[in-house]
């Protein structure tokens, strides 16, 4: 089993940045692929980022790509997501998955995670 705890949502104005961070803890991370995903209340859950578990894969929808950098410290049994320029639209409540995969360079851009986070909350004030 991992469980994931995601930190550092907060209220940031337009324009600002924000630093997420999701820690796993209860196996090691090295081999499980990363993903980010948000969601609004009512809403379906949208994906976000994703990266392998190598690395060299990485994943972002378009709306972001330019903003937001998915990284992660195998080390410290954590990934970050980087959120620069931020929007008003970018509020929601961000979460993280990992899942095991047997590929280097295999990334999960749908819900088939089987690992999640309980979310943290990204307020962009205008």
């Known amino acids: 089993q991992v469980q994931l705890v995601e930190s550092g949502g907060g209220l940031v104005q337009t324009g600002g940045s924000l630093r997420l961070a999701c820690a796993a803890s209860?196996?090691?991370?090295?081999?499980?692929?990363v993903g980010w995903f948000r969601q609004t209340p009512g809403r379906e859950r949208e994906f976000v980022a994703a990266?392998?578990?190598?690395?060299?894969?990485?994943i972002y929808i378009d709306s972001v790509r330019d903003r937001f950098t998915i990284s992660r410290d195998n080390a410290k049994n954590t990934v970050y997501l980087q959120m620069n320029s931020l929007k008003p639209e970018d509020t929601v409540v961000y979460y993280c998955?990992?899942?095991?995969?047997?590929?280097?360079?295999?990334?999960?851009?749908?819900?088939?995670?089987?690992?999640w986070g309980q979310g943290t909350q990204v307020t962009v004030s205008s």
């Open positions: 209860g196996r090691a991370f090295s081999n499980y692929t």
């Open positions: 998955a990992a899942d095991q995969t047997p590929a280097s360079d295999y990334v999960i851009t749908g819900y088939e995670y089987t690992y």
């Open positions: 990266q392998s578990w190598s690395g060299v894969v990485t």
